[in-house]
């Protein structure tokens, strides 16, 4: 069974406070179905000043994306640049006289190959 959403894609929210904010997805977790998503659902984290090998204390407050539900993005379609949503087709490969099918993700709006 394929992922309809894998790290890397461009995906655009469609629910929630970052509705209509679009980013690249930086991590999959495939058992929580939650994706980290380049510059969306970004907060505050507090962390203590600890020393590092040099003797620098590092700490303070950094922002860093949290994970977001995949049911509230969408994939964005390479040619109309609108969410879509994804689908399955099987297709042929012939490769050094060897056919083999294969599962292709597409764009449901455009029929466009992920």
Do not use: C, W
């Amino acid at each position: 069974m394929g992922a309809k959403i894998k790290k890397g894609d461009l995906v655009q929210v469609i629910a929630g406070s970052d509705r209509n904010k679009q980013g690249k997805v930086l991590k999959v977790f495939p058992a929580a179905q939650r994706v980290i998503v380049e510059g969306v659902n970004r907060v505050t984290k507090h962390t203590k000043a600890g020393q590092t090998e040099r003797g620098t204390q590092t700490g303070g407050i950094e922002v860093v994306e949290a994970p977001i539900h995949v049911s509230n993005v969408a994939i964005v379609d390479p040619e109309t640049k609108k969410p879509t949503r994804v689908g399955f087709r099987e297709e042929t490969v012939e490769k050094n006289g060897v056919s083999k099918t294969v599962r292709v993700r597409y764009a449901k709006s455009s029929g466009k190959a992920l």
